[in-house]
């Protein structure tokens, strides 16, 4: 790391010592280093494939199909993800009783591997290791979807109800969740410390909250590779490699 990197570490402990609410917004970036693409940077995988909206996937069999297929073909990085340094040490810091939840724009429940309960990862996009029914809200394994592709040579409906049955993400075209984004909101507006990890911060509304908490009072904290639009208004802008510097804080 850089000297001036070092520098910015030493004041990010001071920063992390001295909050009593800490809450971490974490995007693409924090999962690169575990081999999860970064979907909308450039050569990834929304610039080779136009992304199915929503309601496209509804409206087709042909559709859900691609669909289906091109998440089933991307499943060997997903189900073989480990969690990353950024990771581990965002679950310290949540044993240690200084981070009370996760917000994340990431699909790929990397921050639950890590250790972080379900309850304490608000997913703003979903998450994209399990499926759900679209009516009903049953939950599928993805190998159970897997099979059933192959055996009948189309994705299969809810054997409950006939619902579509899609990955548990929110797709392009669909609603933001409504209980995630109002506890994002809650969990903002409650901490000293916000920390954006990983985000290039121009997805909204979900780029709203970094500016939501530094008006509610919180210092705000900005961990990315490249720069974003907030970093004016940040206490502390860090472009480093984003494992090198959470890997201090990891507890041991
Ligand atoms: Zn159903």
Redesign the pocket.
Known sequence: MTPAGERAVARLRELIEVARTIVPFTGAGISTECGIPDFRSPGGIWTKYRPIQFEDFVASQEMRDESWRRRLAMDAQFSTARPGRGHLALAGLHRAGKVPAVITQNIDNLHQASGIPDAAVVELHGNTTYAI??????RYELGWVRERFGAAGQSP???????Y?KTATISFGQAMPEGPMRRAEALTLSCDLFLAIGSSLVVWPAAGFPLMAKRNGAKLVILNRDATEFDDVADLVIHEDIGSVLAPFIAH
């Open positions: 029914c679209l009516d009903c809200a049953r409906d809810c054997e409950d109800c006939g619902g049955i």
